[in-house]
């Protein structure tokens, strides 16, 4: 396979991949149809951003969020079934038993370990020690702009945390589960190791919490724009939003056989970010996952970095020894 040349890498030599939005699929259907799947996104995000930013104070919470969220996926899923992106992407029962599973952890065993050893605990210590003060510039700006700077400066630390995780050994263990999965949909976000799971939700956004109302505001840039990364959904995305934000055909670079390709679009939110570092590649792959798109049991899932960092480990230790022994005894 010959592949594409991409800045100074060859993408697709190893898997089929689409680069470029000329060679992307559009929508199928009438003008009512291409009109929702263009400006749902769009509307979508404008809508989050205005009802945070209007909402009353007792209704502005953290629980709102929580059960917005929740209906933001549950009419993501149902559009997965009116405009799949691929059908071999279709969820299965055995898919959805296996992401349910993930989602449940997610909101018990992670978040409890979570609030004792988070990111929340670490910045709360550091918060103690912090002048405040030095922020009061911070909120005297227009609050959509607050929520657009948290959400972009979390977003930031996570291109980083999750580029080395693709380039340090030891991350990458933990994060290589992930990359089994072998299609996206609305929850795929929540499958992997549970230390991995973890580890990719530390950041700096909690620092930013003694602003509640520009928090939210930062949560609704972050549903209605990363939400996108796992879904099976076809749009016809406009060229501003894909140029500035990440999207699922990004996302399934990202997650393809190709190992190239997989070495990019690492941002979760802002793929602009990607486009600034020469990580970004535009177009989107079908054929997802390792060893030609394998897929693991939970059970693996759950031992996958531990076995394989013993075998690494036996391997780097033995090999000296072997090699001593080919030597013979010193005379």
Request: charge should be negative; include cysteine; proline fraction near 4%.
């Amino acid at each position: 396979m010959q592949g594409v040349r991409v800045g100074k890498r060859i993408i697709g030599a190893d898997a089929p991949v689409n680069v470029g939005w000329d060679n992307v699929p559009r929508v199928e259907g009438g003008p009512v149809k291409q009109f929702i799947f263009t400006y749902f996104q769009p509307a979508a995000l404008f809508a989050l951003l205005a009802f945070w930013y209007y909402a009353p104070n007792d209704i502005a919470k953290a629980s709102t969020g929580i059960w917005i969220g929740i209906g933001f996926r549950v009419l993501l899923l149902a559009l997965e079934w009116v405009n799949p992106r691929f059908e071999s992407w279709q969820l299965t029962w055995k898919e959805l038993a296996t992401d349910l599973f993930y989602v449940g952890l997610g909101y018990t065993i992670l978040r409890l370990v979570d609030n004792y050893i988070g990111d929340d605990v670490m910045i709360e210590a550091i918060q103690s020690h912090f002048h405040w003060d030095k922020l009061t510039w911070f909120v005297t700006l227009p609050l959509i702009l607050q929520g657009f700077l948290i959400a972009f400066i979390f977003d930031f630390g996570q291109y980083w945390m999750h580029r080395g995780m693709h380039n340090w050994y030891p991350l990458w263990l933990t994060h290589s589960v992930h990359h089994y999965i072998t299609q996206l949909n609305i929850n795929k976000g929540a499958v992997g190791n549970p230390v991995e799971l973890f580890l990719i939700g530390l950041g700096v956004g909690g620092f930013f919490d003694f602003m509640p109302r520009a928090f939210l505001i930062a949560g609704a840039f972050r549903l209605g724009i990363g939400t996108y990364q796992h879904i099976n959904v076809r749009f016809n995305t406009p060229v501003w939003w894909r140029f500035l934000f990440n999207t699922t055909e990004h996302h399934s670079i990202h997650h393809s056989q190709d190992y190239e390709a997989t070495r990019s679009n690492y941002a979760g939110d802002f793929i602009i970010i990607d486009r600034i570092f020469g990580t970004c590649v535009d177009g989107e792959a079908e054929l997802l996952g390792m060893e030609g798109g394998r897929r693991m049991s939970i059970g693996e899932q759950m031992t996958y970095p531990f076995t394989e960092g013993w075998k690494t480990l036996k391997g780097k230790f033995s090999r000296p020894m072997a090699a001593s022994a080919e030597l013979g005894p010193a005379e």
